[in-house]
């Protein structure tokens, strides 16, 4: 999760002639996709080491998504914290049986897992450097998984950035699926592209000819808004915003009619992989963005993951123990 390069709305304004469709049945639709309601699990694996952020991942909160209408859960992982800096770039055995023992809950619990390579900043910074180093650690969860149910779901890189350009992203992503389909033949595996993820590179890009893709992008926009006050961000924007006119809708279905397109042309089911707002944003507001997002995903078949369960962006209140009942209500409810 980090700041789009280039904002969404931008984007849009420089689209010439594009208008939000009118009404369901001059939507775009995407393929169906095998994702559809997602929660990522964000702040636990993806730190320098499980809990160094606030939340460790705990069967019960599985067992809660599942109860509450989630299907899938986004485990955000940061392999090159645990793989060895030199050949054959060794991943820590004992890591490698954590990220098992989450994905033996999630199968015995009845939710789809989709298991990413996160926060690999080295990579975007050299991409070339780091190509064999990612390569192998993808060797190794191919070979970790074989024979895993097919609820077990990979994603290649998460928001490549930097130096990892549209064509860099293109072609180490055909290098990785390639060594994934040694050992997996059909599993769906996600990928995306650069400019942190952005719904506006992934336009510009060309997945892989393969039938069991799905592609995704990230849309945290209008990123002033969603991350206003946000104690993480280097330069955070100023509190204060407000989301929620006609403009703002216009722009949010527009971005979602444009993913919806680029997916049925390229015949794959698409995912929208992270979106959310900011623990310290009005409630109401969040509630409010959250929902339009998720609706505009939904009516055109767009799946979706949440950012995120307990931490910073939170739907969930680990202190309390107890759902943020309008966050899950934006989420979940029709």
């Known amino acids: ?27 775009p639709k995407a393929p169906s996709p095998p994702v559809e309601r997602c929660m990522n699990l964000g702040g636990g694996l993806e730190a320098p080491n499980e809990g160094d952020w606030g939340y460790t991942v705990r069967k019960e909160d599985l067992v809660r998504l599942k109860e509450a209408g989630f299907d899938t859960v986004r485990l955000p992982i940061k392999w090159s914290a645990h793989a060895s800096d030199k050949k054959p770039y060794t991943i820590d055995p004992a890591f490698m049986a954590r990220i098992k023992e989450i994905t033996g809950w999630a199968d015995e619990i009845g939710l789809q897992i989709l298991i990413d390579v996160h926060h690999y900043s080295a990579l975007m910074k050299k991409p070339d450097a780091h190509r064999a180093r990612l390569g192998a650690i993808w060797r190794q969860i191919a070979e970790a998984f074989e024979g895993a149910p097919d609820t077990v779901i990979f ?57 069991r893709i799905i592609l995704t992008f990230h849309s945290y926009e209008p990123y002033n808004f969603t991350h206003q006050g946000a104690s993480f961000a280097d330069d955070p924007p100023p509190v204060g915003t407000r989301w929620g006119s006609n403009e703002d809708r216009d722009l949010m279905a527009l971005g979602a009619d444009m993913a919806a397109e680029f997916a049925r042309d390229q015949g794959r089911p698409i995912l929208l992989g992270e979106f959310g707002v900011y623990e310290d944003v009005p409630l109401d507001q969040r509630v409010a963005w959250t929902r339009a997002m998720r609706e505009f995903a939904e009516e055109r078949n767009i799946g979706w993951c949440y950012w995120d369960y307990a931490t910073t962006f939170r739907a969930y209140n680990p202190e309390r123990e107890t759902w943020i009942r309008s966050m899950l209500s934006a989420l979940i409810e029709d």
């Open 155 to 211: 994603e290649l890189i998460n928001e490549p950035n930097d130096r990892m350009t549209v064509r860099k992203t293109d072609a180490i992503n055909r290098e990785l699926l390639a060594i994934v389909r040694e050992k997996h033949p059909d599993r769906w595996v996600v990928v995306g592209s650069a400019g942190w993820g952005g719904l506006d590179a992934l336009l510009k890009s060309r997945p892989p000819e393969d039938d």
């Open 1 to 27: 999760m980090r700041p789009m390069i280039a904002s969404l709305a931008l984007m849009l304004a420089a689209c010439s002639g594009s208008e939000p469709s009118a009404n369901a049945d001059e939507m």
